[in-house]
């Protein structure tokens, strides 16, 4: 009995203490994850799953450090069990898992997972561009073929990225002669962070053999992505935490990255200062300068971020200081990862995403900077600089169209590696759009007749004038878009056209008929009630009344600028919705017209706008809506001399600025 009892001690306290040491693996790999370790998270959570612990959370852990680490082939084997255990995961996981699929090139699984990905995030801006570009594929494709690109010829069987082009040298960030990858990972680029080197570019495309680009630099911290000043004597770089030889860190006791500066002094790189809007609680990186060099750009995980990684900007001040960084928005991040940003001589934004449809891991996307500082479309550059793995840092001269990207691409040497390519066509796609305006009826041509040509979402209008000819051309029309045109000229209808572009270069003819303006045989007149302080009288009203002046009604119901009713001006708009309940048979058309002040397109869009949301507030109240037609002349019909340049008292501009709500039926 003894014995019996010795044995089943000796049993208990043996699993006990297999218990207790798989317990403090655990412990081990959950705190290397939490600290960004992913490599040494990696090998503690599979040398627990070889000794047959197997978790959901687990498996999560393991399939996102491969996924961090930009080893998406890897993550997919995780990720499979994961969903194998458990169909039921967070939506985040089904994104990640679509991208996995993409990195072995399976694209129909990648867009069936993100189906479901769509159904649960319908909310979310990458489930907007999955909506919206269903065909996303044929778009890359077409995008593709652009580049010839080959080994920058510098790349090293470690970690090699991130480059610039200085003083006709090539600077770039590797993880050679430091003893193996630096084990400090971030979250948003996921690549190890080691020293500055630097080649010289030969005339041939080669380049020289790499040497440290600061000799006495100190092993105490790592330096990567630098930019340069035009002039070379200001450079910004990223650097791990590190500040007057002490190392700073989170309240979790990470240590993230920040933004630097350095000064060119006696041919050192000397005076290096932490940037203002740093924190210790967040990471900065990856900076990039607009071309008249006012503004950084730049990555940060910094509060208010939508993502994991968002793009910032912030101005740079003539006395040194600088603004507050401001997120650069919703038109370019998205709840995924966006980094690495460059700004070419041409104030095209490039950056990577791994946000958007892509062909996998991160991609290179772009997007003109307009002058009103909006983005333009973002687009997906295509094969062969986009991969199914991850693509990055990309960097172009504007003038030769050459320039250099990073890939952790099979075909490389290393974890990284740094790729140098020449753009044989532009991305930029635009179509002329032409055509004569006739008479409908006579098939005349027909001179003056104003066209204002609108997309989508009734934005970015452009107006012409036809000639003597009846010829109307709009010129750089966006390829792939839908747009309407709209005419008008007096004595004839208003007409909106609906036109496709196609997504090739070239031309688009579009001729255009419209009719004369119907005269009525018999004109109906009704009598109306007025009522005003003094009295109460009755009026006429016939087909071409304008109810607004008959009822004493304030021409403007807006606040500048605005398309939004003012709450003070729904009483006036009562009286109209009367006399329309009054007589269900009257038809109106809703004219918004506004003064010369501002640009041409801006106060046609305006007036589009006020005009429909006069008709929204109607219908509202009641009204059919096909009883009510609504229309933006913008600054096309003035009532008086106060057009563009013409100096006019606000009275008179406020002349112009008006409402017109005009019978069309009795």
Same mark, same amino acid.
């Given at each position: 009995?003894?014995?019996?009892?010795?044995?089943?001690?000796?049993?208990?306290?043996?699993?006990?203490?297999?218990?207790?040491?798989?317990?403090?693996?655990?412990?081990?790999?959950?705190?290397?994850?939490?600290?960004?370790?992913?490599?040494?998270?990696?090998?503690?959570?599979?040398?627990?799953?070889?000794?047959?612990?197997?978790?959901?959370?687990?498996?999560?852990?393991?399939?996102?450090?491969?996924?961090?680490?930009?080893?998406?082939?890897?993550?997919?084997?995780?990720?499979?069990?994961?969903?194998?255990?458990?169909?039921?995961?967070?939506?985040?996981?089904?994104?990640?898992?679509?991208?996995?699929?993409?990195?072995?090139?399976?694209?129909?699984?990648?867009?069936?997972?993100?189906?479901?990905?769509?159904?649960?995030?319908?909310?979310?801006?990458?489930?907007?561009?999955?909506?919206?570009?269903?065909?996303?594929?044929?778009?890359?494709?077409?995008?593709?073929?652009?580049?010839?690109?080959?080994?920058?010829?510098?790349?090293?069987?470690?970690?090699?990225?991130?480059?610039?082009?200085?003083?006709?040298?090539?600077?770039?960030?590797?993880?050679?002669?430091?003893?193996?990858?630096?084990? *400090?990972?971030?979250?948003?680029?996921?690549?190890?962070?080691?020293?500055?080197?630097?080649?010289?570019?030969?005339?041939?495309?080669?380049?020289?053999?790499?040497?440290?680009?600061?000799?006495?630099?100190?092993?105490?911290?790592?330096?990567?992505?630098?930019? $340069?000043?035009?002039?070379?004597?200001?450079?910004?770089?990223?650097?791990?935490?590190?500040?007057?030889?002490?190392?700073?860190?989170?309240?979790?006791?990470?240590?993230?990255?920040?933004?630097?500066?350095?000064?060119?002094?006696?041919?050192?790189?000397? *005076?290096?200062?932490?940037?203002?809007?740093?924190?210790?609680?967040?990471?900065?990186?990856?900076?990039?300068?607009?071309?008249?060099?006012?503004?950084?750009?730049?990555?940060?995980?910094?509060?208010?971020?939508?993502?994991?990684?968002?793009?910032?900007?912030?101005?740079?001040?003539?006395?040194?200081?600088?603004?507050?960084?401001?997120?650069?928005?919703?038109?370019?991040?998205?709840?995924?990862?966006?980094?690495?940003?460059?700004?070419?001589?041409?104030?095209?934004?490039?950056?990577?995403?791994?946000?958007?449809?892509?062909?996998?891991?991160?991609?290179? $996307?772009?997007?003109?900077?307009?002058?009103?500082?909006?983005?333009?479309?973002?687009?997906?550059?295509?094969?062969?600089?986009?991969?199914?793995?991850?693509?990055?840092?990309?960097?172009?001269?504007?003038?030769?169209?050459?320039?250099?990207?990073?890939?952790?691409?099979?075909?490389?040497?290393?974890?990284?590696?740094?790729?140098?390519?020449?753009?044989?066509?532009?991305?930029?796609?635009?179509?002329?759009?032409?055509?004569?305006?006739?008479?409908?009826?006579?098939?005349?041509?027909?001179?003056?007749?104003?066209?204002?040509?609108?997309?989508?979402?009734?934005? /970015?209008?452009?107006?012409?004038?036809?000639?003597?000819?009846? *010829?109307?051309?709009?010129?750089?029309?966006?390829?792939?878009? /839908?747009?309407?045109?709209?005419?008008?000229?007096?004595?004839?209808?208003?007409?909106?056209?609906?036109?496709?572009?196609?997504?090739?270069?070239?031309?688009?003819?579009?001729?255009?008929?419209?009719?004369?303006?119907?005269?009525? +045989?018999?004109?109906?007149?009704?009598?109306?009630?007025?009522? &005003?302080?003094? &009295?109460?009288?009755?009026?006429?009203?016939?087909?071409?009344?304008?109810?607004?002046?008959?009822? /004493?009604?304030?021409?403007?119901?807006?606040?500048?600028?605005?398309?939004?009713?003012?709450?003070?001006?729904?009483?006036?708009?009562?009286?109209?919705?009367?006399?329309?309940?009054?007589?269900?048979?009257?038809?109106?058309?809703?004219?918004?017209?506004?003064? &010369?002040?501002?640009?041409?397109?801006?106060?046609?869009?305006?007036?589009?706008?006020?005009?429909?949301?006069?008709?929204?507030?109607?219908?509202?109240?009641?009204?059919?809506?096909?009883?009510?037609?609504?229309?933006?002349?913008?600054?096309?019909? +003035?009532? /008086?001399?106060?057009?563009?340049?013409?100096?006019?008292?606000?009275?008179?501009?406020?002349?112009?600025?008006?409402?017109? $709500?005009?019978?069309?039926?009795?």
């Amino acid at each position: 009995m003894r014995i019996k009892n010795l044995s089943f001690t000796v049993l208990f306290l043996s699993f006990f203490c297999q218990i207790n040491a798989q317990t403090s693996k655990t412990i081990y790999a959950d705190k290397k994850y939490e600290e960004y370790a992913y490599a040494d998270a990696i090998k503690a959570y599979e040398e627990l799953i070889d000794k047959g612990t197997t978790d959901e959370k687990i498996l999560r852990r393991l399939g996102n450090s491969y996924y961090f680490t930009g080893e998406l082939r890897d993550a997919l084997k995780w990720y499979d069990q994961l969903f194998r255990i458990n169909e039921v995961q967070d939506p985040e996981y089904l994104y990640r898992y679509a991208q996995c699929f993409k990195s072995v090139g399976n694209y129909r699984k990648a867009d069936a997972v993100l189906a479901k990905f769509n159904e649960k995030s319908a909310a979310e801006k990458r489930a907007d561009l999955i909506r919206n570009e269903k065909n996303y594929l044929e778009d890359i494709k077409l995008n593709s073929g652009r580049f010839d690109i080959a080994d920058a010829g510098m790349n090293s069987s470690y970690s090699d990225y991130g480059s610039a082009v200085y003083d006709n040298k090539i600077i770039f960030t590797s993880a050679r002669d430091t003893g193996g990858v630096a084990k *400090n990972n971030f979250k948003w680029t996921n690549k190890s962070f080691s020293k500055l080197y630097v080649a010289e570019l030969m005339p041939d495309g080669n380049v020289s053999e790499p040497k440290p680009f600061r000799k006495k630099e100190s092993s105490k911290y790592n330096e990567s992505t630098p930019v $340069f000043t035009k002039d070379g004597r200001t450079m910004y770089f990223t650097r791990n935490n590190f500040t007057d030889g002490k190392r700073g860190a989170s309240e979790k006791q990470i240590t993230l990255l920040k933004l630097y500066s350095a000064e060119l002094v006696d041919g050192k790189w000397e *005076n290096t200062k932490e940037l203002p809007f740093n924190s210790d609680q967040y990471s900065t990186a990856h900076p990039a300068l607009s071309p008249d060099e006012k503004t950084l750009y730049f990555a940060s995980d910094m509060p208010g971020t939508l993502g994991e990684s968002d793009l910032y900007k912030v101005s740079i001040n003539g006395n040194g200081a600088y603004g507050n960084p401001e997120n650069l928005g919703p038109s370019i991040n998205t709840e995924g990862r966006e980094t690495f940003p460059f700004i070419s001589e041409e104030n095209e934004l490039y950056f990577a995403s791994d946000g958007r449809p892509g062909l996998g891991g991160l991609d290179i $996307f772009v997007s003109k900077i307009q002058e009103d500082r909006t983005f333009d479309d973002v687009q997906n550059v295509g094969e062969p600089v986009n991969s199914r793995f991850d693509d990055f840092a990309f960097i172009i001269d504007s003038k030769h169209r050459n320039g250099f990207f990073s890939s952790n691409r099979i075909s490389g040497h290393g974890l990284d590696d740094v790729y140098r390519f020449t753009e044989t066509r532009r991305l930029i796609c635009e179509q002329e759009l032409t055509g004569i305006v006739t008479d409908l009826e006579t098939n005349q041509v027909l001179a003056n007749v104003t066209l204002v040509l609108f997309d989508e979402a009734r934005q /970015n209008a452009k107006q012409v004038v036809t000639d003597e000819n009846g *010829n109307y051309t709009f010129s750089k029309v966006k390829c792939g878009k /839908n747009y309407f045109i709209k005419t008008s000229k007096s004595d004839y209808e208003i007409k909106e056209v609906p036109l496709s572009i196609k997504k090739e270069n070239g031309k688009t003819i579009l001729p255009i008929s419209i009719e004369k303006k119907a005269v009525p +045989l018999v004109a109906k007149t009704i009598m109306i009630k007025t009522v &005003s302080i003094k &009295s109460v009288k009755m009026k006429p009203i016939t087909v071409g009344t304008d109810l607004a002046k008959t009822l /004493n009604i304030p021409m403007n119901f807006f606040d500048l600028g605005k398309a939004t009713i003012r709450k003070s001006s729904e009483p006036q708009l009562q009286k109209i919705v009367d006399v329309l309940k009054q007589y269900p048979t009257l038809t109106m058309d809703i004219r918004s017209h506004t003064d &010369s002040r501002q640009s041409d397109s801006s106060n046609m869009i305006l007036s589009e706008k006020r005009a429909q949301s006069t008709k929204d507030w109607l219908v509202k109240k009641g009204i059919d809506e096909k009883r009510l037609t609504a229309k933006g002349f913008g600054e096309t019909q +003035l009532v /008086n001399k106060c057009a563009d340049g013409v100096k006019c008292s606000e009275a008179e501009h406020q002349q112009n600025r008006r409402s017109e $709500f005009i019978v069309t039926t009795m």
